[in-house]
């Protein structure tokens, strides 16, 4: 909520200036512009960047918390199960050979 009320705020000034600088006498629609991108987009987006980093390391905490909780519960399920794996595959031969040995 926070930051949108600030993104919204700033947006309203950097607007304003903008069309000042459109509208003056001595101003330029060019001006506007980069009074627009150098006073608007550039820093709004290094703001909202660094303050959406909490929720993005919450996020990722808790996607990583779900994929161990799935293969904790892959391996229960794979332990309680006589059966073999149908997915494992023979293991390969070693296509190099350990050191001092041949083959």
Partial sequence: ?????V???WLYVVV???AAEALSPQGTVL????????????????VVYVM??????RAR????AEEDAARAAARAAAAGS???DQRREAPAADAVAPEGKET
């Fill in 7 to 9: 993104v919204i705020a």
């Fill in 61 to 64: 905490r808790a996607r990583e």
């Fill in 31 to 46: 001006g506007a512009v980069f009074t627009l991108l150098l006073y608007g987009a550039l820093p709004l987006g290094l």
């Fill in 52 to 57: 959406a980093t909490p929720a993005r390391k």
């Fill in 82 to 84: 006589d059966a073999p």
């Fill in 16 to 18: 304003m200036m903008a």
């Fill in 1 to 5: 909520m926070f930051i949108s009320t």
